[in-house]
């Protein structure tokens, strides 16, 4: 059933879990997740991209979203992810799709995204639909090698407890050293963990990491097998994902992962049956192997059984 991101992160902030939000860009990826979440009994966030809107259209996913989570008992949140333009943003508001929108305003100065913020999130709350703000860069830790650095591009603790307050978000997107893509790190996956304890000692409202794909070995190998390009590809580990959710983290970001479970098994499929045309059939083992991504990061997260 379709739920907003305000009730379903509550839950997980009062008994210190994280939920899934997974990048979904057609068909096949909404069936995929779902089979997850319901096979997992979790619940489930959708996220749709700017690009994604752009690929397959606002009203085709918002249908076929809708009617995924109709059939679902699992709590099923529909949101905008990164919207930086803010009339998608509205657009996405009055679109009656969406249970919850992403207004990405990091890049404007504090008091800028401040205001934005603010006015979307008035706009979003009479309609019964929740708000993830962002603030601070995300971006690499390795990129930053000093405090002063970090200091300047990460969030800053005191500025995100003025943020939630004078904005009325539901839930903050920080920066501790995520970055979006496959290649987050060439050395070990890092991540500022004092700054998130300090945060959420100050900000009462649930935390999302984004940038958060972990690029599992075992299918990065397959994609690395049948011809893919990622040599150097590397994500957050699986231990560093439960640290922050124990240290308050409750969203958590994932694309990356889904796109090279689809890669992988899309490209095995048609080297090992090149006598086979139906799309059907080739998407068929690229959705399996999606699903049995997206399962093992539930059971991560903590949300298995939660929905
Ligand atoms: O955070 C960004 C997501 O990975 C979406 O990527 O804009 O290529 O759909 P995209
Ligand atoms: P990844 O690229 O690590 O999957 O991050 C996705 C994300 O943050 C979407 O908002
Ligand atoms: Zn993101």
């Given at each position: 059933m379709l739920t907003t991101l305000s009730v379903v992160l509550k839950k997980a902030k009062r008994d210190q879990y994280a939920v899934g939000a997974f990048n979904i860009n057609n068909l096949e990826m909404i069936q995929a997740v779902m089979t997850a979440s319901e096979a997992e009994k979790s619940p489930v966030i959708l996220s749709t991209s700017e690009g994604a809107i752009e690929y397959a259209g606002m009203d085709e996913l918002g249908t076929l979203v809708h009617l995924a989570a109709e059939r679902s008992k699992r709590p099923v949140v529909f949101h905008l992810d990164h919207g930086k333009d803010v009339k998608l943003v509205e657009r996405a508001i009055k679109s009656g799709w969406y249970t919850s929108v992403m207004f990405d305003g990091s890049s404007l100065p504090f008091k800028e995204n401040i205001k934005a913020t603010k006015r979307l999130v008035d706009m979003a709350h009479k309609k019964g639909i929740s708000v993830e703000a962002e603030l601070g860069a995300i971006a690499g830790i390795e990129d930053f090698v000093s405090v002063e650095a970090r200091d300047a591009h990460f969030t800053n603790p005191e500025q995100a407890a003025e943020f939630v307050e004078k904005t009325g978000c539901d839930a903050l997107a920080i920066a501790i050293g995520t970055s979006h893509g496959a290649y987050k790190f060439k050395e070990a996956s890092a991540l500022d963990f004092k700054r998130l304890q300090t945060i959420r000692k100050l900000v009462?409202?649930?935390?999302?990491?984004?940038?958060?794909?972990?690029?599992?070995?075992?299918?990065?190998?397959?994609?690395?097998?049948?011809?893919?390009k990622i040599e150097d590809a590397k994500g957050v580990s699986d231990a560093h994902i439960k640290k922050v959710v124990s240290l308050g983290i409750n969203k958590v970001n994932i694309d990356s992962d889904l796109r090279i479970a689809f890669d992988a098994g899309v490209r095995r499929f048609l080297h090992d049956n090149?006598?086979?045309?139906?799309?059907?059939?080739?998407?068929?083992?690229?959705?399996?192997?999606?699903?049995?991504?997206?399962?093992?990061?539930?059971?991560?997260?903590?949300?298995?059984?939660?929905?």
């Amino acid at each position: 059933m379709l739920t907003t991101l305000s009730v379903v992160l509550k839950k997980a902030k009062r008994d210190q879990y994280a939920v899934g939000a997974f990048n979904i860009n057609n068909l096949e990826m909404i069936q995929a997740v779902m089979t997850a979440s319901e096979a997992e009994k979790s619940p489930v966030i959708l996220s749709t991209s700017e690009g994604a809107i752009e690929y397959a259209g606002m009203d085709e996913l918002g249908t076929l979203v809708h009617l995924a989570a109709e059939r679902s008992k699992r709590p099923v949140v529909f949101h905008l992810d990164h919207g930086k333009d803010v009339k998608l943003v509205e657009r996405a508001i009055k679109s009656g799709w969406y249970t919850s929108v992403m207004f990405d305003g990091s890049s404007l100065p504090f008091k800028e995204n401040i205001k934005a913020t603010k006015r979307l999130v008035d706009m979003a709350h009479k309609k019964g639909i929740s708000v993830e703000a962002e603030l601070g860069a995300i971006a690499g830790i390795e990129d930053f090698v000093s405090v002063e650095a970090r200091d300047a591009h990460f969030t800053n603790p005191e500025q995100a407890a003025e943020f939630v307050e004078k904005t009325g978000c539901d839930a903050l997107a920080i920066a501790i050293g995520t970055s979006h893509g496959a290649y987050k790190f060439k050395e070990a996956s890092a991540l500022d963990f004092k700054r998130l304890q300090t945060i959420r000692k100050l900000v009462n409202i649930p935390l999302v990491l984004h940038g958060a794909s972990g690029i599992p070995a075992d299918v990065k190998k397959v994609c690395l097998d049948y011809g893919c390009k990622i040599e150097d590809a590397k994500g957050v580990s699986d231990a560093h994902i439960k640290k922050v959710v124990s240290l308050g983290i409750n969203k958590v970001n994932i694309d990356s992962d889904l796109r090279i479970a689809f890669d992988a098994g899309v490209r095995r499929f048609l080297h090992d049956n090149p006598e086979v045309i139906d799309p059907r059939k080739i998407l068929g083992p690229a959705k399996d192997l999606i699903t049995q991504v997206v399962r093992q990061k539930m059971k991560m997260l903590g949300c298995s059984g939660k929905g």
